[in-house]
Every structure is written in C-alpha cells, then in structure tokens.
C-alpha cells in the first residue's frame, strides 16, 4: 500500500517552519477546500522565505500540489506580496498549468502573514474566535514548510533556512545544518559590523534577545538581526514584564491608539489592548476581569512597536495574560469574550493597514535595508545540537548512544506514534558526544 503524504512528512520530521513547530502531518491529514502557502514574510529585514522561492520555486509548488492532493483541496495558491512582481512572476511560472493552483498578490503590510488576516485576505473567511484555519476549511503552510514537504521523500529535514542581517557585514540568507550554533551563523554573514551590538532572534517584531550565541538553530529558526546595543529596539526588547508593567501602569492615557490599529480588532475580533492595559491598574482579581481582551492576540506587537505614541508595551502585556492564562490551564476558550462571538471586519479596516515601509522608519531598520542572497555553498559545523524539543507537542526521545556514528539524516530521537511529535534526524555525518535536552554531534 503507497505510504500517505501525511506519514511520509512524519517520517522526515517537516514541522511548521514559520512559527511553534506544529507537526505539519497533521495538517496534511485534515480536510480543506484551500491550501495557502504563506510568502507574506512581514518582519522587517527578513527574506529567506523570497529566496526559497527565488531559488527553488518548483520544489515549493511540488509542496503545495502533494498537500492540496491530501487534503482535497480544489484551490491552492501561494500567497505573495505584490510589491513583488518578479517573485511573483516566477512563482506563476512555476505553477502554470496545474489546475487550481494561483498565486494571490497581497496588500504591503505589516502583518499580512497573521493567519486569521491571511485566511480573510485569500479566501474572505474569518476564522472562529480562537479557533483554526482548519475550521473554515483552509489550511496554511509556510513557504519552507512547502520545500520540506516536496523534498520529505527524498531526504528528511536537517537544515534550517534563515536571514541574518542588520549591522552585519555582509547580510545572507543561510541554509544551515539544524544544531548549527547562533555564533557561526553571524560568522557566516561577516559577523557584527560594529562593536557592540546585539542580536534579534527570529525577528524585529516578533524576537526576542538573543542572550546566548552558542544556542543552536532549529526547525524554526527564521532570522538574526544583530543591532547596535544602544539601537532603541533592543532596549525595547531588554524590558523585563515587571518594569513594563510599571510603565504601563504610570504612562498609558487610554488613548486607544494600539486597539484602533490592532490588525485582530480590525478584523472583527475582541481583542482589545487598551483594556489590558486598564487593567494593570487593578489587583490581581479586579485585573483578571480585563484580561480577556487580549486573550486572542496574535503577538504581532504592532501596537508595542508603532502605534504607541508613550512606547508602551501593550502587546507584551496581552502576551503576559495570555500566559498567565496557559498556566492556568484556562487556555482562554472559557472566556465569553471567545464563546461564540461572530467576527465581523471594521469598516476602515482597509485604510488602517501598516505599511512595512512606515513601519521599518518607525523602528529605525530603513538604514539596514540590504539584499540578503542565499549563500550557495554548503557548510558543515564541526559540533552541532539538535534539541529534543524542537515543535510542538512531545520532545522526541534519543535511540542512539554517546559514541555511536551517525550519518546525516540518519534517526536519531523519535516519538511514539500516538504522541504528537516528529522524529528528528541527523544533521551531520560524525559521532555522537553527549546527550541531555539535545544530542550533540561531533564531525569527524
Ligand atoms: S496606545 Fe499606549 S497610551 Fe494609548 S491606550 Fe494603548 S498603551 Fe495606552
Ligand atoms: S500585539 Fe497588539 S496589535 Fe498585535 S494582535 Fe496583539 S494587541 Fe493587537
């Protein structure tokens, strides 16, 4: 019997690229109309999802084909900006000819990657409060996640794809051995092009500090933006919650401004910033009583990084509760702000959309605006680190020992088959020399 699509990306451990990981056979097992590939990539600076496409175009519409066969769906479109015409040119070319398949140009703007607006944007449903793409019979996939799932026949996922750029040297978009350490990537764009500096793992917006270069890349790993120390980003980004919240409490004059540009509450959804930071001007229990307005942020940090004029940290503090409601174990559907509400899009939402271009000027990147092509040469790390927990669900559980070689793509921790999780191979040709929360590989 011909193995499923689905098994066949279990096997070679394709999760999510573009955010927490999620095993994407489950995806692939699920029924849907539509699937999107999603080339929005909206943080500033990053580009590694437009040189996937540059260069290998056809394999991420194999991708996209394989999975609207799984699902069956009737459409399947790979969605990119259209400021992009040349990308989407070649793009359209690599589709041309497979029914159903399109490419939908979106708008600029920052974030046209969220899935609830891209859903909206491609096929004009609004995911349930709270809910999937799934449930309104789409499902999504990242431009790299689509690579990985045209190649998971052939070879299992043991590189990761990332930009680094900002105040490098010489800005790149890497393919890099999974486990390679944080430190070598920077190398391999020419290293920090000035003195100090710090650097933003996996975006402007969405990053976070990275406080320690020798971490390993994993799955999805997206992008390093390394910026000077005193760049007013990092020191945005250096805020603990306490002081944040402190800030919030003293400065925010209920002005309204994050929740009148929050892409959700655009959308129709109740998500609503400024009542979350009302809230911090209560105790505990009286607090917990606005929390539920940022329960279903998406922590795109629009309203942290550019509608604030007081540069307070709404979207951290809808990040907080959020949090804080994981924790205990009330995830948020028990909320009436998430029970059954319909969405319905505000009517100025079309003339309230960010443009990245303003966006960046806010931030301060328009000065590290810089092409960052993908290094064609491959690179093998002398030690790698392939952390166990690397998607979402279960870490996976090592079946090799201290001392055995291994090949590149070679099994080397795996999940049991009723857990929700991928094996993880390999990355390297070397032997094995230590195991804790990862399996290090050295070369040689
Ligand atoms: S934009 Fe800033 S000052 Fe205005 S309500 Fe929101 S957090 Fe407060
Ligand atoms: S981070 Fe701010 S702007 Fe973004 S969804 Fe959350 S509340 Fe809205």
């Known amino acids: ?42 943080e500033p600076l990053l580009q590694k999802d437009r040189e996937i496409l ?3 175009a056809p394999d991420v519409a194999r991708g996209l084909r394989l999975l ?51 859903v909206f944007e491609v096929a004009g449903r609004l995911i349930p409060p709270g809910g999937l793409p799934i449930q309104v019979g789409v499902v999504v996939n990242n431009v790299e996640t689509a690579y990985n799932i045209a190649r ?37 764009a020419g290293g920090a092009a ?14 976070r500090l990275a406080e320690d270069l020798s971490r390993p890349l994993t799955k999805t790993s997206a992008g390093l933006i390394v910026l000077p120390k005193e760049h007013p980003l990092v020191r945005r980004k250096a805020a603990g919650r306490p002081a944040r919240e402190r800030r919030g409490r003293s400065a925010c004059d209920q002005c309204c401004l994050c929740t009148e540009l929050c892409p959700r509450y655009l959308l129709g959804y109740p998500v609503q910033p400024h009542k979350v930071m ?35 940290d709404p979207g951290d503090v809808c990040a907080g509760v959020k949090a ?74 090592p079946v090799v020992s201290v001392g055995r070689p291994v090949h590149r793509g070679e099994l080397i921790a795996d999940v049991a088959p009723d857990e929700l999780g991928v094996p993880l191979h390999a990355s390297i040709d070397g032997r094995v020399t230590a195991i804790e929360d990862f399996v290090e590989i050295s070369a040689g």
């Open 278 to 312: 009302r809230g911090l001007l209560f105790a505990a229990p009286e607090r917990r009583a606005w929390s539920p307005w940022g329960l279903l942020c998406s922590e795109c940090k629009l309203c942290s990084l550019f509608s604030c004029p007081e540069e307070l």
């Open 324 to 397: 804080d409601f994981c924790a205990q174990a009330r995830g948020g559907k028990d909320s009436p702000l998430t029970a059954g509400a319909e969405p319905r899009p505000h009517p100025v939402r079309p003339w309230r959309k960010i443009p990245t271009a303003q966006l960046k000027e806010r931030l301060g990147l328009t000065r590290y605006e810089a092409e960052a092509p993908l290094r064609q040469e491959p690179y093998a790390p002398p030690v790698v680190r392939i952390l166990l927990k690397q998607h979402a669900g279960a870490p996976a559980r």
């Open 152 to 188: 998971a026949s052939a070879s299992p996922v043991v590189d990761t794809f990332l930009t680094v750029a900002g105040a490098v040297k010489s800005p790149r978009t890497l393919r890099l051995p999974i486990g390679t350490p944080l430190s070598q990537a920077l190398d391999l």
């Open 68 to 118: 609207v066969e799984a699902v069956g769906a009737k459409r399947g479109v790979i969605a990119v900006k259209a400021k992009h015409a040349d990308l989407a040119a070649l793009v359209e070319r690599a589709l041309a000819g497979q029914s159903g398949l399109s490419v939908h140009r979106l708008d600029d703007y920052y974030p046209a990657g969220d899935e609830f607006c891209q």
């Open 194 to 207: 000035v003195k100090d500096f710090a650097v933003l793992e996996g975006g402007a917006m969405m990053g």
């Open 1 to 42: 019997m011909a193995t499923s699509l689905a098994e066949t990306i279990r096997r070679a451990g394709v999760v999510g690229a573009g955010g927490a990981g999620f095993p994407a056979y489950v995806k692939a097992s699920a029924r849907a109309d539509t699937v999107i590939i999603n080339a929005a990539e909206c």
């Open 54 to 56: 540059a260069h290998f």
